[in-house]
Nanobody, 116 residues
């Protein structure tokens, strides 16, 4: 059973930084790619960042230049470093791990609130 556990969320002032972590219960080598999504209550879940097996990264336009996705194979963990945070970044952030299009796993989410 694959488990993903997110951590690192919290309350931060505009312009601040947070680093989210997603720890997997299995080797992250087994996933073709891992992603961070976010969701605001009442809105659709939005893909924020992706990192593939090959190390290729992609970001949604609204976070480019402010957010970095990375991974640590030794710790089976994927990170999302978020800088220059804005109120519109407020959401629940979810980690997603994909083995195949029909075999994906989700974490429980971590709340990020950007407010003064």
């Amino acid at each position: 059973q694959v488990q993903l556990v997110e951590s690192g969320g919290g309350l931060v002032q505009p312009g601040g930084s947070l680093r989210l972590s997603c720890a997997a219960s299995v080797s992250i080598y087994s996933f073709s790619h891992m992603d961070w999504y976010r969701q605001v209550l009442g809105k659709e879940r939005e893909l924020v960042a992706t990192i593939t097996t090959y190390g290729t990264t992609n970001y949604t336009d609204s976070v480019k230049g402010r957010v970095t996705i990375s991974r640590d194979y030794a710790k089976n963990t994927v990170y999302l470093q978020m800088n220059s945070l804005k109120p519109e970044d407020t959401a629940v952030y979810y980690c997603n791990a994909v083995k195949t299009p029909k075999l994906t796993y989700w974490g429980q989410g971590t709340q990020v609130t950007v407010s003064s």
